[in-house]
């Protein structure tokens, strides 16, 4: 069974500072996802990442994916308040010929000014 | 990416009342359509997915005859809660995908709809 697991689940730190949330999976996967969401909004799509060594920036945020390591990371630089909302992470997975996406729990992030 | 909307946005209704929630594809023929709820503080929940022109596939324990879903045309999936309780309260999001075609397996999600029982 395709397990998903992120942490921190919560994190609180300061605008200017850098941080990584890591998101690892148990079993091979083709695609692995990272969106955020607003309180009371759906999911907005950050990076899809397709295959070992991806690498992807948009702003601040960077993603990347070791598929040897089953390991994704979400970097953070100079966090500004805007980021604050809960990131998650999902993977694909298919079982059965029926494709579904496994998600991680979420991380509740929290940048103070 | 593709855009996905649901309708509506919220709603509330007394108790056994039954509520339906349409998602629809706007920009591409949806193969696929997957219903999600998700509690406060809480992951995506998937349940159930459906396939243009088939029954849907209910993950375990989601209750078929409560959440029925219709998933008539490459556009348009419904949900309908029958009978709806307190405890069906939630926010409910859809997610379309054209799986295997132009956009692979990736899934574009809509605004969601909060359900909320009286």
């Known amino acids: 069974e395709l397990k998903v697991e992120q942490n921190p689940l919560f994190l609180s730190m300061q605008e200017g500072k850098n941080y990584t949330i890591y998101c690892n999976y148990s079993t091979t996967s083709d695609r692995l996802y990272w969106y955020r969401q607003d309180p009371g909004k759906s999911l907005e799509s950050l990076f899809v990442?397709?295959?070992n060594g991806a690498v992807k920036q948009e702003g601040r945020l960077m993603a990347s994916l070791d598929t040897k390591a089953r390991l994704s990371t979400l970097h953070i630089t100079a966090a500004v308040h805007d980021l604050s909302a809960t990131y998650f992470c999902a993977v694909d997975n298919v079982m059965d010929s029926n494709y579904q996406l496994i998600w991680g729990a979420g991380t509740k992030l929290i940048i103070k000014p | 990416g593709a855009v996905v909307s649901q309708h509506p946005s919220w709603v509330i209704c007394k108790s056994g009342t039954s509520v339906k929630i349409e998602c629809r594809s706007l920009d591409f023929q949806a193969t696929t359509m997957f219903w999600y709820r998700q509690f406060p503080k809480q992951s995506l929940m998937l349940m159930a997915t459906s396939n243009e022109g088939s029954k849907a596939t209910y993950e375990q324990g989601v209750e078929k005859d409560k959440f029925l879903i219709n998933h008539a045309s490459l556009t348009l999936s419904t949900l309908t809660v029958t009978s709806a309780h307190p405890e069906d309260s939630s926010f409910y999001i859809c997610?379309?995908?054209?799986?295997?075609?132009?956009?692979?397996?990736?899934?574009?999600f809509g605004p969601g709809t909060r359900l909320t029982v009286l």
């Open positions: 997610s379309a995908s054209d799986l295997a075609g132009v956009f692979y397996n990736e899934q574009f």
């Open positions: 990442l397709l295959s």
